[in-house]
Nanobody, 128 residues
Framework: EVQLVESGGGLVQAGGSLRLSCAASGFSFDDYAIGWFRQAPGLEREGVSCISGTDGSTYYSDSAKGRFTISIDSAKNTVYLQMNSLKPEDTAVYYC?????????????????????WGQGTQVTVSS
């Protein structure tokens, strides 16, 4: 019943911006963490940014920090990833993922193996 659908990927010039959307259904954000992950050819899937629906705590990778922002619009059941100052090395398939978490968790999960539900992915290509 849990469903995640990504959108917003595309082709953009270096230095440009994109906003990815993850439309969620079948669960309450209050009980879940939502994460954005990416995988480029030849590289492992890595956590980009994650957010806890219980307390709003966030995680950003070193690469994402200062350039990307994760946010939740609870009224629309949608999680966003605003990506600014894009670089060619940001080129990858971006995935939205979700996992149920305890209210007492102090750190938002940031590893792919910690997540149970996944979207189909959306391609982001940054040209130089």
């Amino acid at each position: 019943e849990v469903q995640l659908v990504e959108s917003g990927g595309g082709l953009v010039q270096a230095g440009g911006s994109l906003r990815l959307s993850c439309a969620a259904s079948g669960f309450s954000f209050d009980d879940y963490a939502i994460g954005w992950f990416r995988q480029a050819p030849g590289l492992e899937r890595e956590g980009v940014s994650c957010i806890s629906g219980t307390d709003g705590s966030t995680y950003y990778s070193d690469s994402a920090k200062g350039r990307f922002t994760i946010s939740i619009d609870s009224a629309k059941n949608t999680v966003y990833l605003q990506m600014n100052s894009l670089k060619p090395e940001d080129t990858a398939v971006y995935y939205c993922a979700a996992v149920k978490i305890a209210t007492m968790d102090e750190e938002v999960p940031s590893k792919s193996y910690e997540y149970d539900y996944w979207g189909q992915g959306t391609q982001v290509t940054v040209s130089s």
